[in-house]
């Protein structure tokens, strides 16, 4: 009896013992898809992605294309990081048949080649970085709104339906940084003006002050030339500081107006001088994070041409919230509000075509809201003017099939009681587009 | 009379102490559980791979490089977090920065290299997924011990058994969770959490641990949600203790950069 108690113990403990090895093997055999792509530690870093997107207007175009965006993408991402050397190069190789002339302008990403970065950066003793090349370069507090950030944005991707990620545009800029006990210090030179990749009338119609109506192809803006190097070069520099959560930011800038905003004396769209100072903080609040940030622009043109259509100076002022409401699902608003100096002279300048009120105000809204494991994301960005009266929608549902693989459907929609007011402009614009991605 | 009353008092007393000493030692059973969870060493880094099974048997990978850092290193209290992602493709360099506080919200960011961009998050809901996972920012970082009541249910043979109540009920979907604590070790091994019914729905298992420098430190655990039968494993790796990390790796400086030496080791 004790004999067959003590073999009976055994057996047990020998199967526990087992089924627990057992169960360890199971729980490796988990990650042996891990085990096999685990690689050697290893500086590089090669990605990249296949993305092909269609959007189709809802609005009847003027004189363009009824599909705002149709293109096959690639993008080839290759990186070096070590501790004190970074290189970095991502370019992306693209198809639309809306584009004819396949190196029509290969600085700003148009035609088949978007050189989005290629740099490299490289720490200088332990207070200093250094980043110089073609960069993509992001600073203040708004959301899908700018005061201080005057690094080049790209509107016709915004407003098309391409990811978000191409609303930044790169720059072939350098960037020092200095890190001390006191603050951070960021100087951007930028040698040869890099304007933003505006609404130029290709594809995306806008408003044509001079002929009076909503123009695409016909009347395409095409600004006098600002790239000289050195002579025409911008300056950017930023001091951060975080007192006990709390991020506040000084922003200077020295450079030009990066939307045509000016006639010159041959009446042809320029982009003017111009110098902007302010400041954020953003901090955390309620639960939520609350931003402030202010920007006075100094239009540099206009101050020393007072006769001459030339945008005028300006005072940006934003305010914002943004809190998650109930798990998964954030909200946020933000009031922006821009109060032209010198009204009456403004009036007088642009006589026949003063199309804007001294106060233009803006809301935005954004919800977002994540389901399945967050493989579905909604989000909905409202702006709307209540002095304009106009509003844009952006709106998207992304859904990750799999990991590497993503769904986007998204609109663009533009509405306003005038035809020459700011989002009202693009009303012929108003899009839904469709896209995939796989990354690999 | 005063015989009995000097009697009843003492009793009385007995009663208090024992309780007091009773109840201190699931406070120290937790704290201990608490710091081997989330606090070994003055700092600590990890290479996590992240499984995340849906109730198809589909599976989802995220694996990431974790850095923390105790501020003060005598107390378990406030803490800083930098979150480096390698996967899935789209999130490599993508990096999450917490201070963890211990009054108020913590402060968060995300980095999102694309755009260059240093995004502020809500440090309010710690109950959202950690990255799509059932793991929540809350079992990342760590829950106060304060926002619950401990009581010491039983004590195995090899584990403390404590139930541990929010004290504000409001902003938790659990009512209770039960953890059972290796009694040497005080790491934690299973802990269920219970919905308002009553019924357990979320489960964590500690599936391996080992001891890394001395310290106890989980291998594999995983996360169960039983109402969506999806299942996250999570895997340690090349777990450290003590490597001196400098308190400026938690700052805007290095989500712009990556401190690429402490995180491919």
Excluded at chain 1, 118 to 136: D, M, N, V, W
Excluded at chain 2, 32 to 44: E, I, L, P, S
Excluded at chain 2, 64 to 89: C, H, M, S, W
Aim: with cysteine.
């Amino acid at each position: 009896m004790h004999l067959f108690k003590c073999s009976l113990l055994l057996l047990l403990s020998t199967l526990c013992t087992l089924s627990s090895w057992a169960q360890n093997d199971d729980l490796e055999n988990l990650f042996a898809d891990f085990e096999e792509e685990e690689e050697e530690v290893s500086p590089y870093v090669i990605k990249g992605f296949l993305d092909a997107r269609f959007g189709p207007r809802i609005a009847q175009s003027k004189e363009n294309s009824w599909y705002t965006l149709g293109e096959a993408r690639a993008q080839f991402d290759y990186k070096y990081a070590t501790n004190n050397l970074e290189l970095a190069l991502v370019t992306d190789l693209k198809y639309s048949p809306l584009q004819t002339d396949p190196f029509e302008d290969v600085e700003n990403g148009v035609g088949i080649l978007d050189i989005r970065e290629f740099s490299f950066s490289k720490s200088i003793g332990t207070s200093f970085e250094l980043k110089a090349g073609r960069q993509i370069l992001t600073w203040g507090t708004g959301d899908m709104l700018f005061i201080n950030d005057l690094f080049p944005k790209d509107w016709q991707s915004f407003f098309s339906g391409r990811q978000v990620n191409y609303l930044k545009a790169p720059s072939n800029s350098v960037k020092l940084s200095n890190f001390n006990k006191w603050f951070t210090l960021d100087l951007v030179w930028t040698p040869r003006f890099t304007s933003d990749r505006f609404i130029n009338g290709s594809n995306i119609e806008y408003f044509n002050p001079f002929i009076g109506g909503i123009v695409g192809e016909s009347a395409m803006i095409q600004p006098s030339e600002r790239d000289e190097y050195f002579s025409e070069s911008e300056f950017a520099i930023r001091v951060h500081k975080v007192i006990k959560g709390v991020e506040l930011d000084l922003y200077g800038y020295d450079g030009f107006w990066k939307t045509p905003e000016g006639f010159n004396d041959q009446g042809q769209f320029f982009f003017p001088q111009l110098s902007v100072i302010g400041a954020s903080l953003r901090t955390p609040l309620f639960t939520g994070v609350f931003n402030v940030e202010y920007g006075h622009y100094f239009s540099r043109d206009h101050e020393n041409n007072r006769l001459k259509p030339i945008r005028n100076s300006e005072d940006r002022l934003l305010v914002g919230f943004e809190k998650e409401v109930v798990k998964n699902f954030t909200a946020s608003t933000q009031l922006y509000i821009e109060r032209i100096n010198d009204f009456d002279r403004y009036l007088e300048n642009f006589e026949g075509f003063a199309f804007r009120d001294e106060v233009r105000t803006m809301l935005t809204l954004r919800l977002e809201y994540f389901a399945l494991e967050q493989r579905l994301r909604f989000s909905f960005f409202n702006y709307y003017s209540p002095n304009e009266k106009d509003f844009f929608s952006k709106n998207t549902i992304t859904f990750k099939y799999r990991d590497n693989l993503q769904f986007e459907l998204g609109s663009n929609y533009f509405t306003g009681k005038n035809d020459f007011s700011f989002w009202g402009q693009f009303q012929t614009t108003s899009n839904i587009y469709a896209g995939l991605t796989w990354y690999y | 009379m005063r015989k009995r009353l000097i009697i009843v008092h003492t009793l009385w007393l007995f009663l208090l102490l024992s309780m007091t000493g009773y109840a201190q030692s699931v406070d120290q059973i937790i704290k201990k559980a608490n710091h081997v969870a989330y606090y070994n060493g003055k700092d600590g880094r990890a290479k996590v791979q992240m499984l995340i099974k849906d109730s198809q048997g589909r599976s989802r990978k995220r694996s990431f490089t974790i850095l923390r850092k105790n501020i003060n290193t005598n107390a378990d209290g406030e803490q800083k977090f930098y979150v480096y992602f390698n996967r899935p493709t789209d999130m490599q360099g993508t990096v999450f920065l917490v201070w963890k506080k211990m009054e108020g919200d913590d402060d968060r960011w995300m980095y999102f290299p694309a755009l260059d961009l240093v995004k502020r998050i809500a440090g309010g809901d710690k109950r959202t997924s950690f990255v799509g996972s059932t793991f929540l920012y809350e079992d990342v970082s760590g829950r106060r011990l304060s926002a619950d009541k401990h009581k010491l249910l039983k004590t195995t043979g090899d584990a403390y058994v404590v139930e541990s109540v929010p004290v504000d009920k409001s902003g938790v979907k659990f009512s209770k969770y039960i953890a059972h604590v290796d009694k040497k070790s005080f790491i934690p091994l299973k802990i269920e959490y219970y919905n308002s019914k009553g019924k357990v729905y979320r489960i964590y298992e500690n599936k391996k641990w080992e001891m890394v420098q001395g310290k106890p430190t989980v291998i594999i655990s995983s996360m169960k949600d039983l109402d969506t039968g999806v299942e996250t494993y999570n895997r340690y790796t090349d777990v450290e203790y003590d490597v001196n990390i400098d308190d400026s790796i938690f700052s805007e400086r290095y989500l712009r950069k990556a401190p690429m030496e402490l995180i491919n080791y």
